[in-house]
């Protein structure tokens, strides 16, 4: 079992900065991958980032790509996704979520490859 806690986002202006932290207990040494996907309403959950817990490296969607930056620390079992150059079609709410089964250099895009979820957290961006 793993347990995830997201924290921080809110409501930010266009071109401005928000970060939004996961933190992960329980089974932590079994993930594989942790990503941020993101839901707006009548759309379906997406992917924006993602990155595998061993080695660091990262996947980003291409919406955010030079935008958001997702890192993490091992030392606080912890995901954070910072959020730059906001734009009003970056509003969702933001899902931190754990994969794992382990699946070398690939990253797995879809929802329902990822096992753990947090609550989410509300990220809005005013025009």
């Known amino acids: 079992q793993v347990q995830l806690v997201e924290s921080g986002g809110g409501l930010v202006q266009a071109g401005g900065s928000l970060s939004v932290s996961c933190a992960a207990t329980?089974?932590?040494?079994?993930?594989?991958?942790m990503g941020w996907f993101r839901q707006a309403p009548g759309k379906e959950r997406e992917l924006v980032a993602a990155?595998?817990?061993?080695?660091?490296?990262?996947y980003y969607a291409d919406s955010v790509k030079g935008r958001f930056t997702i890192s993490k620390d091992n030392a606080k079992n912890t995901v954070n996704l910072q959020m730059n150059s906001l734009k009003p079609e970056d509003t969702a709410v933001y899902y931190c979520?754990?994969?794992?089964?382990?699946?070398?250099?690939?990253?797995?895009?879809?929802?329902?490859?990822?096992?753990?979820w947090g609550q989410g957290t509300q990220v809005t961006v005013s025009s």
């Open positions: 979520a754990a994969r794992l089964a382990y699946s070398g250099t690939l990253f797995y895009t879809g929802a329902s490859d990822y096992r753990y």
């Open positions: 990155i595998k817990w061993g080695v660091g490296t990262t």
């Open positions: 329980g089974n932590i040494f079994i993930m594989s991958t």
